[in-house]
């Protein structure tokens, strides 16, 4: 049996761009994607904070250290520039391998400046 689990996740970064003419995808600094451990074209969902959007897209490598995510084509409908959005990858695990796994979390300010990392998400207290 294959379960899907969370991969990373990119938890309150800020939108920088939002280009309708640019060709596709989210731009996002090569240094936060390799972080995280995100492919180049890796499958992302992103989750707008502010409005409430959620759609898929593909991650490309955008300037090391530029601090960019950029939203592009048509999902720059859903995003604007200052919007808070959560960038998450799923994979694939057996049952084995789900039992070791941790995702990639990485936390930003609103200046999209890591303020932590972390490989588990705490448990929700009422």
Wanted: charged share 20%; with cysteine.
């Amino acid at each position: 049996m294959q379960i899907t689990l969370l991969k990373a996740k990119l938890h309150r970064a800020t939108v920088t761009n939002s280009e309708l003419g640019y060709e596709g995808s989210c731009a996002i600094d090569s240094d936060i994607l390799n972080l995280a451990g995100i492919r180049e074209y890796e499958q992302i969902q992103i989750y707008n904070i502010n409005n409430g959007a959620r759609f898929t897209t593909y991650a490309i490598r955008a300037e090391a250290g530029s601090k960019t995510f950029s939203v592009n084509g048509a999902a720059a409908r859903l995003a604007c520039v200052g919007d808070l959005i959560i960038v998450c990858t799923y994979a694939q695990f057996s049952s084995e391998e789900a039992q070791n796994h941790h995702p990639d979390l990485v936390y930003f300010d609103i200046k999209n400046n890591i303020i932590r990392t972390a490989v588990e998400i705490p448990v929700q207290i009422a």
